[in-house]
């Protein structure tokens, strides 16, 4: 595909073609390994060289889809920065690569990468305490996921929104949330989510003191979990269970 913004690779000499061919190729190298070197590794636990190698690879990628005008690659590089630095870095590095990561995918309209950025940056908005401003960038992701029909980030959205809720004791919609988003998982197969609803209700629950229910959601937490492979969902519901039981 030739990005739009820049000379179609036929309109050049031999030599130029050559040179942007392997600029293309050097692009799609950068961004692969950008976008995994750092992430797989465990939270908490990346390991300094990772980030080492990764920053250069992120900086040249970046290079080369300016100079390229590749605007939907510079948005997925500076979209995966933010993703790296929100589990491994600072709130502020995390919201500086979002928002221009944003800037790009709103100036070019990039409309179907916009609910991503918006969903994830909506993420150390939040934790950094910008609430306001997180809770719109989130309302307006899940509005163009439903407009895209993904249904599966509708689910993430919802799921996002949830937790969200009940951290700002919003019990209620936190409930509401939970169950719309169950119900979405439940027609579309999405275990991670769904296992990601159960252990909300059962916090829920817990913090009213209704232990039955709270069993019963933390039940269907683990078993939805293991089924999705989600250890996050697996570690929270023992935890609430633990805490039931005290």
Known sequence: REPSGRAPLSSLRPDSRLHAAQDVVDVARHLRHVRIVVPLRPLGQADPDDRALADPLFARGLHLARALGDYDVGSRLLWSKMVEATHYRSDEEAQAAGEASLALARRHGLSERLGYLLNDLAIPLRLSGQQEQGQRYADEARALF?????????????????????????????????????????????????????????????????????????????????????????????????????
């Open 146 to 246: 439903y407009t895209h029909n993904n249904l599966p980030m509708v689910a993430d959205s919802l799921a996002q929104q949830m937790w969200s809720d009940y951290h700002a004791l919003d019990f209620a919609s936190a409930l509401r949330f939970a169950a719309e988003c169950t119900d979405l998982c439940r027609r579309i197969d999405n275990r991670w989510n769904l296992s990601l609803a159960a252990p909300i209700r059962g916090l829920v629950f817990s913090a009213r003191g209704e232990w039955g229910e709270a069993l019963v959601a933390l039940e269907e937490s683990l078993a939805s979990g293991r089924q999705a492979g989600f250890v996050i969902s697996v570690i929270t519901a023992i935890a609430v269970v633990i805490r039931v039981f005290q």
